[in-house]
């Protein structure tokens, strides 16, 4: 099987958040970067598992700068065989799936894996917008996902639920909790994935459609009000005539 | 010119969420100048009480193929409903059904979008709306340059509210495309209320010692009409189903009303919860980094302190 990866950057989850003084860009001095838990513990681990044991190749892409490759070569060290990266700095989802679109178009690749969202934008987008551009079958938040030969059959989240569906390749999926446990690279990994090769191509032409502007910060939280422990009428009272909730 | 607002129904027929997107549409066409028309897909009861929250037009594809989603048959008939509304605006909600088809139906229509807004948006010659970024930590304002533009509106953000009455549906006949994608079953939760909708949250973590403590959570959930969550430790360790599982890597959730029992307040998790609009803190620990996020913090056992709380909102309940 061929099966394609799509991978993000993201600050790590415990990163300070800023911004620039006129608040239009992300502050990244300081930060340490991942890669998107979503497109690495679940997609890319499940991507892995699939080829350990129906045989294939796993191709990671990512569209960003060329900072971006510390993040590609985690990959290849969990063991993507090789990885591509479009070279630009993206401003909108549709130019990042359009960029994907672009390259898997005629790559043949039977499964284009993505994590649910990415943690940073959590925009939820480019795994369908990639869907729609190659006119694939989109399954969103799928938890489980089974082979047996082109069929697929799938877990995937709905409101309230879960729901079990059947498709057949080639399609796009949004990898969730649950789909893969989490893989620590090991020391023969990371060996081999400095050997590994990242093909790095220009973008195609695409006008962003929508652009962030600006960025603030939420509003700030009051201090928290204590309530005696005794005192448990208090809190319900609270609740119910301070803050209007119960 | 037109605002499209695809309203979902669960289960045939449309509830608080639905009433909220349509609310969102009314006031995003009153700001245009123009009227909100809804939209609605599968077979459902209801769909005439979308006139109430401001649809001027309610039309519906009762085609039973549509009763389940596939992100390519909806965005489809989607697409094929603003072009016949000459729709500017297309509004989902951002539900798991939302989260699935907008980026699709951006794509499909070559849109710009926003994913998760929670402001009505501006209209001062440019288009301009907000959106959580970060898991919460901070907010993006999105400009979007194209002709067409969809959204999706976070759940809990607009209120419903009642401008008018119920309308006649109308039927819109749209090419339904055969989907490739076969639902084999459905499981849906039964009895408690779905996470992500529920208005009031109870959720517990380490700080309960063991899956068989959980009595006095469900208790104190079912009497308040609560939804239960737990922390990303609890779900790991198998006390509690990873569907309850709230934080950065589980499901994001930002109810009313959000009890954190036992739970340290990690920045994973508080980065699912931090939206919500009045949190409960009860931990032993007063280090514990969640008082710093929380409304109305106790300091105690919380194994003294919840069957207290139990007995006081007993008590509320019987004099209200």
Known sequence: MKLLVCVSKTPDTTAKISFNAENTEFNSAGVQFIMNPYDEWYALVRAMELKEANGGTVTLINVGPADNDAVIRKGLAIGADDAVRIDCNPKSSLYVAQQIAAFAKDGGYDIVFCGKETIDYNGSEVGGM????????????????????????????????????????????????GMAEQRIPNMRGIMQARRKPIDV?????????????????????????????????????????????I | MSVLVFAENQGGSFKK????????????????????????????????????YGASKVLSVADASLNSFDSQAYTNVIAQAAEAN???????????????????????LNAGSAPGVNQIP????????????????????????????????????FQPEAVGGDISVESFSADVPASRVTVKSVDKVQGSVPLPEAEVVVSAGRGMKGPENWGIIEEL?????????????????????????????????????????????????????????????????????????ADYGVCADLFDVVPRLIESFKKHKANV
Not at chain 2, 20 to 32: F, P, R, S
Not at chain 2, 93 to 98: A, F, I, L, N
């Open chain 1, 130 to 177: 990639v869907a729609e551009l190659l006119d694939m079958p989109f399954i969103s938040f799928a938890t489980n996902l089974q082979i047996e030969g082109s069929d697929a059959t799938i877990v995937r989240d709905i409101e309230g639920g879960k729901e079990t569906v059947g498709v057949a390749t080639p399609f796009v999926l949004s990898a969730a909790k």
């Open chain 2, 17 to 52: 969420a639905a009433f909220e997107a349509v609310t969102y549409g009314y006031k995003t066409a009153q700001v245009l100048g123009t009227e909100c028309i809804a939209l609605c897909l599968g077979e459902a009861s209801n769909a005439g009480e979308l006139g109430k």
């Open chain 2, 122 to 157: 501006t209209n001062d010659g440019a288009f301009r709306v907000k959106k959580n970024v970060f898991s919460g930590k901070a907010i993006a304002e999105v400009e979007i340059k194209s002709a067409i533009k969809v959204v999706s509106v976070m759940g809990n953000s």
């Open chain 1, 201 to 245: 191509k220009s973008p195609i032409d695409f006008e962003d459609l929508s652009a962030v502007v600006s960025y603030e910060m939420p509003p700030a939280k009051a201090a928290c009000k204590m309530v005696a422990p005794e005192d448990m009428d208090e809190l319900v009272r609270l609740l119910h005539e301070e803050a209007k909730i």
């Open chain 2, 86 to 108: 000459g729709a500017n605006v297309v509004v989902l909600m951002h539900s798991s059904t939302g989260k699935g088809l907008v980026g699709r139906l951006a794509a499909k």
């Open chain 2, 221 to 293: 959930a079912e009497l308040i009409g609560a939804a239960t969550a737990c922390s990303r430790p609890v779900a790991d360790t198998h006390w509690r189903p990873h569907h309850e599982h709230v934080g950065q890597t589980g499901v994001a959730i930002r109810p009313n009303l959000y009890f954190a029992i036992g739970i340290s307040g990690a920045i994973q998790h508080l980065a699912g919860v931090n939206s919500s609009k009045v949190i409960v803190v009860i931990n032993k620990d007063p280090e514990a980094p969640f008082f710093k996020a």
